[in-house]
């Protein structure tokens, strides 16, 4: 059975940065330094308003594909991890399959997932590589929150940011060597965090436009009860840990770095207080990127290599957590590197 | 269990904008000028870092001043036993 490796990680961030001073100008109740306390986030990155998803990624995907150069002939599986479909039908996958000129043999599918979705389509990447159903895997990320928050929602404005990623798995011997996974779900979650009037379960209809802060959205709005997903992520995430050191065989002291989903200052914080994790074993780049949900852990994965904060040898925990709810996690190990 | 004046300076110290010596037993938190319900969350996982007690909402509502929140604390904390 051929084993899994991510041969190439890398990401482009929205072309529009707001810094705090901006926000700051738009909400009289806060200074930068007071979003900066409340956030811990300096600058988060957004797409033009009325942008396309697939539009968003084809570009940046096209312009990663060739700096790398990767022949996009040889890619024969697209898996496109979103939560800003561009329709209910057909699957954006396929869109984005024709808006990258991909070839007719490739299959594609949809991954309707948020801050779980990275390692959730490493897991299926790797289960496709090692059944032999695909030889080379194109996995994108593109995540567009910042469409789907009003503007009455500053602590949402402060925290999300626009982002695209793509990972290219393979069985050739290179880069991250994907371990055991392991997967959860608690369904009970779904209210905690959700984007309401987006879908068949409610609708949006006139009335609903012309309520206070919907006025500028035009698909749905983002509601987040900030206590339960954080509750959530500080009772789940270290039994997480456990579970993934346990099925890869690993203490915990065989870890060199986590890399966790970067949902917001104060979870990251708390787990590595409860996970007792040194702060140079734990990689956070919220302040400079802010949460770009699917593509947090590919963001913080190729800003960690730049940074040389990974380096060959290492055992790199990766661990995806948050909206359903739902997680997941494995180990990376990086002696091909 | 630590005892409530270092409670109360520990917890001072999750607040950032709240200066040193302003919290004492007889506080209400939620008097203090910057509280909003980041600050709560603060409080939520201040405990639950310290003494691995995960705080609701709703428990976290019945309470005003720090030595109410110290002794909510401590009770959970006899309950577990």
Known sequence: MPAAYINIIDFSLARNEITNVQLASEYPDYTADSIYKNSGVLKRFSVDKGCVC???????????????????????????CTEAPDYIAPASSVVLHGKLGLSKEAGTFDLQFGCSGYTYGLLLAKALIESSAASTILFVTADIPTQVIS????????????????????????????????????????????????????PRNEEWYHQEGNENLSVGRMEMDGEAVFRFSVDVVP????????????????IDLFVFHQASRIILKSLQRKLKIEEEKIYNNLERVGNTVSASIPVALSQALSENRITKNMNIMVVGFGIGFSWSATVFNTTNL | MM???????????????????????????????EFNSMYALI??????????????????????TVKDLYELVRNKLQEKE
Do not use: C
């Open chain 1, 54 to 80: 697939t539009d968003f990624a084809a570009e940046n995907v096209s312009e990663l594909l060739n700096k790398h150069k990767i022949d996009k002939h040889k890619i024969d599986f697209l898996i496109y």
């Open chain 1, 151 to 202: 503007e009455k929602d500053p602590h949402l404005r402060f925290l999300f940011s626009d982002a695209v990623s793509i990972s290219i798995i393979s069985s050739e011997k290179k880069g991250y060597k994907l371990g055991e996974f392991i997967k959860g779900t608690d369904g009970k979650g779904e209210t905690a965090l959700r984007v309401i009037n987006s879908g068949f379960n409610s």
């Open chain 1, 239 to 254: 039994k997480i840990v456990e579970e993934v050191l346990n099925k890869n065989k690993l203490k915990r002291e065989d």
């Open chain 2, 3 to 33: 005892d409530i004046d270092t409670f109360t300076r520990n917890l001072e110290s999750e607040f950032e904008e709240v200066e040193t010596g302003r919290l004492t037993p007889l506080t209400n938190y939620r008097d203090i000028p």
């Open chain 2, 43 to 64: 409080i939520i996982a201040f405990i639950d870092s310290e003494f691995d007690v995960l705080l609701t909402g709703e428990e976290l509502r019945k309470t005003n």
